[in-house]
Protein backbone atom coordinates (compact mmCIF):
# COMPACT_ATOMS: atom_id res chain seq x y z
CA UNK A 1 0.00 0.00 0.00
CA UNK A 2 1.62 3.22 -1.19
CA UNK A 3 2.15 5.78 1.68
CA UNK A 4 3.99 9.34 2.96
CA UNK A 5 7.48 9.07 3.84
CA UNK A 6 9.09 11.74 5.88
CA UNK A 7 13.37 11.77 6.83
CA UNK A 8 14.36 12.38 9.23
CA UNK A 9 12.82 10.98 11.72
CA UNK A 10 14.51 13.26 14.65
CA UNK A 11 16.26 16.24 13.69
CA UNK A 12 18.15 18.15 16.29
CA UNK A 13 19.25 22.04 15.83
CA UNK A 14 20.33 24.76 17.77
CA UNK A 15 18.18 28.16 17.77
CA UNK A 16 18.82 30.33 14.91
CA UNK A 17 19.78 27.54 12.10
CA UNK A 18 18.09 26.97 9.02
CA UNK A 19 15.94 23.30 8.75
CA UNK A 20 14.82 21.22 5.75
CA UNK A 21 12.15 18.55 6.62
CA UNK A 22 11.51 16.29 3.48
CA UNK A 23 8.42 14.28 2.28
CA UNK A 24 7.87 12.17 0.00
CA UNK A 25 4.09 12.35 -0.63
CA UNK A 26 2.23 9.21 -2.48
CA UNK A 27 3.12 9.66 -5.92
CA UNK A 28 -0.79 10.20 -7.54
CA UNK A 29 -1.71 12.46 -4.73
CA UNK A 30 -1.81 16.13 -6.04
CA UNK A 31 -2.72 18.27 -2.77
CA UNK A 32 0.30 18.41 -0.33
CA UNK A 33 -0.33 20.00 3.16
CA UNK A 34 2.46 20.25 6.32
CA UNK A 35 0.91 19.79 10.12
CA UNK A 36 2.58 20.18 13.52
CA UNK A 37 1.76 19.09 16.97
CA UNK A 38 3.72 20.33 20.09
CA UNK A 39 3.85 18.35 22.64
CA UNK A 40 0.49 17.50 23.97
CA UNK A 41 -1.22 19.82 22.07
CA UNK A 42 -3.05 20.06 18.78
CA UNK A 43 -2.51 18.73 15.60
CA UNK A 44 -2.47 22.25 13.74
CA UNK A 45 -2.87 23.12 10.00
CA UNK A 46 0.68 24.81 8.15
CA UNK A 47 -0.22 25.52 5.38
CA UNK A 48 -1.59 23.78 1.64
CA UNK A 49 0.47 23.02 -1.74
CA UNK A 50 -1.13 22.61 -5.37
CA UNK A 51 -0.02 23.52 -8.90
CA UNK A 52 3.11 24.17 -7.43
CA UNK A 53 2.25 27.22 -5.20
CA UNK A 54 0.44 27.55 -1.80
CA UNK A 55 -3.22 27.22 -1.38
CA UNK A 56 -4.03 28.07 2.03
CA UNK A 57 -1.82 28.70 5.19
CA UNK A 58 -2.38 29.37 8.95
CA UNK A 59 -1.28 32.28 11.23
CA UNK A 60 1.62 30.10 12.20
CA UNK A 61 2.90 29.87 8.64
CA UNK A 62 5.33 33.08 8.82
CA UNK A 63 7.93 34.14 6.77
CA UNK A 64 10.26 32.13 8.67
CA UNK A 65 8.73 29.13 6.93
CA UNK A 66 8.49 28.53 3.54
CA UNK A 67 7.44 25.33 1.34
CA UNK A 68 8.82 23.76 -1.81
CA UNK A 69 8.32 20.91 -4.26
CA UNK A 70 11.80 21.16 -6.38
CA UNK A 71 11.36 17.55 -8.03
CA UNK A 72 8.30 15.60 -8.86
CA UNK A 73 8.39 13.27 -5.63
CA UNK A 74 9.75 15.56 -2.87
CA UNK A 75 7.76 17.97 -0.84
CA UNK A 76 9.90 20.06 1.49
CA UNK A 77 9.46 22.38 4.82
CA UNK A 78 11.99 24.79 5.33
CA UNK A 79 12.32 27.22 8.60
CA UNK A 80 14.68 29.63 7.98
CA UNK A 81 15.55 30.80 11.56
CA UNK A 82 14.65 28.22 14.27
CA UNK A 83 13.22 29.30 17.46
CA UNK A 84 12.51 27.44 20.65
CA UNK A 85 8.64 27.15 20.06
CA UNK A 86 9.27 25.64 16.82
CA UNK A 87 10.10 22.28 18.73
CA UNK A 88 7.14 19.91 17.52
CA UNK A 89 6.56 17.09 15.37
CA UNK A 90 5.85 18.07 11.83
CA UNK A 91 3.73 15.73 9.78
CA UNK A 92 3.30 16.05 6.13
CA UNK A 93 0.45 14.30 4.51
CA UNK A 94 -1.53 14.43 0.95
CA UNK A 95 -4.71 13.87 -1.03
CA UNK A 96 -6.25 13.46 -4.67
CA UNK A 97 -8.83 15.63 -4.89
CA UNK A 98 -11.27 13.87 -2.80
CA UNK A 99 -11.66 14.94 1.32
CA UNK A 100 -9.35 12.59 3.07
CA UNK A 101 -5.75 13.35 3.82
CA UNK A 102 -2.83 10.29 4.29
CA UNK A 103 -0.22 11.58 6.68
CA UNK A 104 3.63 10.36 7.08
CA UNK A 105 5.36 9.03 9.86
CA UNK A 106 6.28 12.73 11.03
CA UNK A 107 9.52 14.09 12.09
CA UNK A 108 10.42 15.35 15.53
CA UNK A 109 12.49 18.61 15.49
CA UNK A 110 14.39 19.36 18.76
CA UNK A 111 15.74 23.31 18.92
CA UNK A 112 18.09 23.58 21.14
CA UNK B 1 -13.77 29.39 12.33
CA UNK B 2 -14.32 26.09 12.41
CA UNK B 3 -13.43 23.53 15.71
CA UNK B 4 -13.87 20.68 16.84
CA UNK B 5 -14.38 19.46 20.48
CA UNK B 6 -14.04 15.84 21.41
CA UNK B 7 -14.13 14.16 25.13
CA UNK B 8 -11.61 14.33 27.05
CA UNK B 9 -9.26 11.51 28.20
CA UNK B 10 -7.71 9.35 29.27
CA UNK B 11 -10.02 6.43 28.79
CA UNK B 12 -9.34 3.30 29.97
CA UNK B 13 -11.32 -0.06 29.29
CA UNK B 14 -11.34 -3.36 29.87
CA UNK B 15 -11.01 -5.52 26.82
CA UNK B 16 -14.06 -6.44 25.25
CA UNK B 17 -15.63 -3.34 26.50
CA UNK B 18 -17.98 -0.75 24.36
CA UNK B 19 -16.10 2.15 23.43
CA UNK B 20 -17.66 5.52 22.31
CA UNK B 21 -15.77 8.56 21.94
CA UNK B 22 -17.78 12.01 21.62
CA UNK B 23 -16.56 14.16 19.00
CA UNK B 24 -19.51 17.56 17.58
CA UNK B 25 -18.16 20.30 15.38
CA UNK B 26 -18.97 24.10 14.33
CA UNK B 27 -18.51 24.64 11.20
CA UNK B 28 -19.44 27.52 8.50
CA UNK B 29 -19.86 25.43 5.56
CA UNK B 30 -20.83 21.42 5.42
CA UNK B 31 -17.58 19.89 6.04
CA UNK B 32 -16.41 16.35 5.43
CA UNK B 33 -15.36 14.28 8.79
CA UNK B 34 -12.62 12.39 9.94
CA UNK B 35 -11.37 9.79 12.80
CA UNK B 36 -7.68 9.26 12.73
CA UNK B 37 -5.58 7.18 15.05
CA UNK B 38 -2.08 7.58 16.31
CA UNK B 39 -0.66 4.41 17.65
CA UNK B 40 2.22 4.93 20.17
CA UNK B 41 5.35 6.31 17.84
CA UNK B 42 3.96 6.51 14.88
CA UNK B 43 1.97 9.39 12.60
CA UNK B 44 -1.93 9.63 11.95
CA UNK B 45 -3.81 6.71 9.96
CA UNK B 46 -7.14 7.53 8.57
CA UNK B 47 -9.22 5.77 10.67
CA UNK B 48 -12.59 6.22 8.68
CA UNK B 49 -14.28 9.42 7.24
CA UNK B 50 -17.94 10.38 6.37
CA UNK B 51 -18.72 13.19 3.54
CA UNK B 52 -22.49 14.05 3.97
CA UNK B 53 -24.58 14.03 6.22
CA UNK B 54 -26.13 10.55 7.54
CA UNK B 55 -23.65 8.86 5.99
CA UNK B 56 -21.39 5.99 8.27
CA UNK B 57 -17.68 5.71 8.14
CA UNK B 58 -16.21 2.17 9.05
CA UNK B 59 -13.40 0.54 9.16
CA UNK B 60 -11.52 -2.66 11.67
CA UNK B 61 -15.10 -2.46 13.57
CA UNK B 62 -15.44 1.25 14.19
CA UNK B 63 -18.00 3.39 12.85
CA UNK B 64 -19.27 6.77 13.54
CA UNK B 65 -22.13 8.26 11.77
CA UNK B 66 -22.29 11.85 10.54
CA UNK B 67 -25.11 13.99 12.45
CA UNK B 68 -25.93 17.36 10.82
CA UNK B 69 -28.82 17.90 13.01
CA UNK B 70 -26.60 16.85 16.58
CA UNK B 71 -23.43 18.54 14.80
CA UNK B 72 -22.18 15.07 16.10
CA UNK B 73 -19.72 12.62 14.88
CA UNK B 74 -19.32 9.74 17.67
CA UNK B 75 -16.71 7.16 17.52
CA UNK B 76 -17.92 3.70 18.52
CA UNK B 77 -16.97 0.17 18.71
CA UNK B 78 -18.55 -2.81 19.83
CA UNK B 79 -15.61 -5.00 21.62
CA UNK B 80 -12.38 -3.08 22.20
CA UNK B 81 -8.76 -5.07 22.03
CA UNK B 82 -5.67 -4.05 23.68
CA UNK B 83 -4.16 -3.82 20.00
CA UNK B 84 -6.66 -0.37 20.05
CA UNK B 85 -4.86 1.70 22.59
CA UNK B 86 -3.85 5.06 21.08
CA UNK B 87 -5.12 8.51 20.66
CA UNK B 88 -7.96 9.24 18.60
CA UNK B 89 -8.33 12.45 16.98
CA UNK B 90 -11.51 13.42 15.59
CA UNK B 91 -11.24 15.76 12.45
CA UNK B 92 -12.68 17.88 9.86
CA UNK B 93 -12.02 19.54 6.33
CA UNK B 94 -13.38 22.25 4.70
CA UNK B 95 -12.17 22.98 1.19
CA UNK B 96 -9.89 26.02 1.16
CA UNK B 97 -8.88 25.31 -2.64
CA UNK B 98 -10.67 23.58 -5.71
CA UNK B 99 -9.69 20.52 -4.53
CA UNK B 100 -7.77 21.26 -1.33
CA UNK B 101 -8.82 20.85 2.25
CA UNK B 102 -7.42 21.71 5.10
CA UNK B 103 -8.31 19.47 8.38
CA UNK B 104 -9.27 20.90 11.89
CA UNK B 105 -8.45 18.72 14.74
CA UNK B 106 -9.96 18.08 17.93
CA UNK B 107 -7.47 17.55 20.96
CA UNK B 108 -7.43 14.25 21.00
CA UNK B 109 -8.93 11.14 22.94
CA UNK B 110 -6.06 8.74 24.79
CA UNK B 111 -7.45 5.19 25.38
CA UNK B 112 -5.65 2.29 26.61
CA UNK B 113 -7.35 -1.25 26.72
CA UNK B 114 -6.41 -3.45 29.57
CA UNK B 115 -6.30 -7.27 29.03
Known amino acids: EPEVTQTPSHQVTQMGQEVILRCVPI?????FYWYRQILGQKVEFLVS????????KSEIFDDQFSVERPDGSNFTLKIRSTKLEDSAMYFC??????????FGPGTRLTVT | GDSVTQMEGPVTLSEEAFLTINCTYT??????LFWYVQYPGEGLQLLLK?????DKGSNKGFEATYRKETTSFHLEKGSVQVSDSAVYFC??????????????FGKGTKLSVIP
Open chain 1, 93 to 102: ASSASEPGQY
Open chain 1, 27 to 31: SNHLY
Open chain 1, 49 to 56: FYNNEISE
Open chain 2, 27 to 32: ATGYPS
Open chain 2, 50 to 54: ATKAD
Open chain 2, 91 to 104: ALSDEVGAGSYQLT
